[in-house]
């Protein structure tokens, strides 16, 4: 499937927030993201980052980031604040259980995050090749 002109323009125009300790994978993100990339390499730059007025298209999420810090901390952010637009939260971690317990905190009854949630092996993510979402 391919994408139009107009859907091409509207991914380029998209701000993505990207959650990444590694190097290699945030390198990967710069190249394959359409849109405005915001990579965030820690807790704290991802906090930041999600307070500010950005209207974030989608937000990619890391479960392990070295340092002892996780992406629990942010998935609880968003759970309890909420994000402007209610974008697509994607969990590309390559520790599934890790994963699945982001994947909770967000859709949980009390959750204030209304968007959708796709949890993805990175490893699939760079088999794809591309921005597949």
């Not at 909420?82 to 994963?99: C, E, L, T, Y």
Request: with cysteine.
């Amino acid at each position: 499937m391919s994408l139009t002109e107009k859907e091409i323009l509207e991914k380029e125009n998209q701000n993505v927030l990207v959650l990444e300790d590694d190097s290699i994978r945030q390198e990967w993100f710069r190249k394959y993201c359409l849109g405005n990339v915001t990579i965030c390499e820690n807790v704290d730059d991802c906090i930041n980052a999600l307070q500010t007025k950005t209207k974030w298209s989608k937000i990619y999420l890391d479960h392990d980031l070295g340092k002892e810090e996780t992406g629990v901390v942010i998935a609880e952010y968003i759970a309890y604040w909420g994000i402007i637009g209610d974008p697509v939260v994607i969990i590309h971690s390559m520790n599934p259980i890790g994963a699945m317990g982001m994947k909770d905190i967000l859709v949980d009854e009390d959750s204030n995050f209304n968007g959708h949630v796709l949890v993805i092996n990175f490893g699939s993510l760079i088999a794809s090749c591309c921005d597949p979402f």
